[in-house]
């Protein structure tokens, strides 16, 4: 799909739409892509014309977002185009402990590239209960921090049930995860039983594919993340809260073994900053996947 200018071969016309979303995938903050794919579209309006050059959006890229910015976001713009012509697809893994914004980063990426596959690991989870009995699977029939009340005679109980069932759902995962790759779809995938160490990207002649993991340093900003969660949810805030500690030992638990393993550790306070360094992981992954491909 060629950059969203209008015109070219397909005689298409300028789509505001798409040049916010192509900027957001960039890296552009929502607010300000759609500040500057308006300006495009009242230019071109004005001129009566349905086609704007690069060296033309750049220049309105340094008017709208500053010098700097606007000449970044039209670089990661062209880093954007060529992700596009690798024609591979793209396959996000989003780990980190219950709360963390999981899956609203999952969302805002997958809107930013236009990705229609999002799953969870519970999801996974929550269908192999239906298919082995808690005598049989126990810790897939708890949450993650509950996982080890099934193994109180464990030396660490809580870490040995979470890890426990991480590798029995992450079973499901893969089937899931190779299946969109013989297909050719592009899926973000987002939970708590994606473990650092536990998880296989694949090959970047294959995938453009990620892994990071995102936290939450701060304790009254995570409170607050299940506050949120409590609003839309039918699951209410205490069951979250009355074993904060050991969410939050669990985090501890998977950030570990992301720095370990060279898993990217993002910062979760600002979704959008967090989608932001997710999407600059993306962009780097597909420069990964062009030097393979040469």
């Given at each position: 799909?060629?950059?969203?200018?209008g015109?070219?071969?397909l005689?298409?016309?300028?789509?505001?739409g798409?040049?916010?979303?192509?900027?957001?995938?960039?890296g552009?903050?929502?607010?300000?892509?759609y500040?500057?794919?308006?300006?495009?579209?009242?230019?071109?309006?004005?001129?009566?014309?349905?086609?704007?050059?690069?060296?033309?959006?750049?220049?309105?890229?340094?008017?709208?977002?500053?010098?700097?910015?606007?000449?970044?976001?039209?670089?990661?713009?062209?880093?954007?185009?060529?992700?596009?012509?690798?024609?591979?697809p793209?396959?996000?893994?989003?780990?980190?402990a219950?709360?963390?914004?999981?899956?609203?980063?999952?969302?805002?990426?997958?809107?930013?590239?236009?990705?229609t596959?999002?799953?969870?690991?519970?999801?996974?989870?929550?269908?192999m209960?239906?298919?082995?009995?808690?005598?049989?699977?126990p810790?897939?029939?708890?949450?993650?921090f509950?996982?080890?009340?099934?193994?109180?005679?464990?030396?660490?109980?809580?870490?040995?049930?979470?890890?426990?069932?991480?590798?029995?759902?992450l079973?499901?995962?893969?089937?899931?995860?190779?299946?969109?790759?013989?297909?050719?779809?592009?899926?973000?995938?987002?939970?708590?039983?994606?473990?650092?160490?536990m998880?296989?990207?694949?090959?970047?002649?294959?995938?453009?594919?990620?892994f990071v993991?995102?936290?939450?340093?701060?304790?009254?900003e995570?409170?607050?993340?299940f506050?949120?969660?409590?609003e839309?949810?039918?699951?209410?805030?205490?069951?979250?809260?009355?074993?904060?500690?050991?969410?939050?030992?669990?985090?501890?638990?998977i950030?570990?073994?992301?720095?370990?393993?060279?898993?990217?550790?993002?910062?979760?306070?600002?979704?959008?900053?967090?989608?932001r360094?997710?999407?600059?992981?993306?962009?780097?992954?597909?420069?990964?996947?062009?030097?393979?491909?040469?």
């Open positions: 799909m060629p950059l969203p200018l015109g070219g071969e005689g298409l016309p300028y789509s505001r798409l040049m916010a979303r192509s900027l957001m995938a960039a552009v903050a929502g607010h300000r892509a500040a500057l794919a308006s300006r495009v579209h009242d230019e071109l309006r004005e001129r009566r014309q349905g086609r704007i050059e690069l060296e033309r959006l750049e220049a309105l890229a340094v008017e709208v977002l500053g010098e700097e910015e606007g000449r970044e976001s039209i670089q990661r713009l062209r880093r954007y185009q060529e992700l596009r012509e690798l024609d591979l793209i396959m996000v893994f989003i780990g980190g219950t709360g963390t914004g999981k899956s609203t980063v999952a969302a805002e990426l997958a809107y930013r590239f236009g990705i596959r999002v799953t969870s690991t519970d999801f996974v989870r929550q269908t209960r239906a298919f082995f009995s808690s005598d049989f699977m810790s897939i029939h708890q949450s993650s509950e996982a080890g009340d099934a193994y109180p005679d464990a030396d660490d109980p809580l870490e040995f049930g979470f890890l426990q069932q991480a590798r029995n759902v079973v499901g995962v893969r089937a899931s995860s190779e299946r969109a790759l013989e297909e050719g779809w592009s899926l973000v995938l987002e939970g708590v039983h994606l473990v650092p160490g998880v296989e990207l694949p090959r970047p002649d294959l995938a453009v594919s990620v993991v995102l936290s939450i340093d701060d304790e009254d995570h409170v607050r993340h506050r949120f969660r409590d839309d949810s039918e699951r209410p805030e205490s069951r979250y809260l009355d074993r904060f500690s050991d969410i939050r030992r669990l985090q501890e638990v950030v570990a073994r992301a720095r370990r393993t060279g898993v990217p550790v993002v910062e979760n306070e600002d979704a959008d900053a967090a989608a360094t997710v999407a600059d992981l993306v962009l780097d992954a597909a420069e990964r996947s062009r030097t393979v491909a040469r």
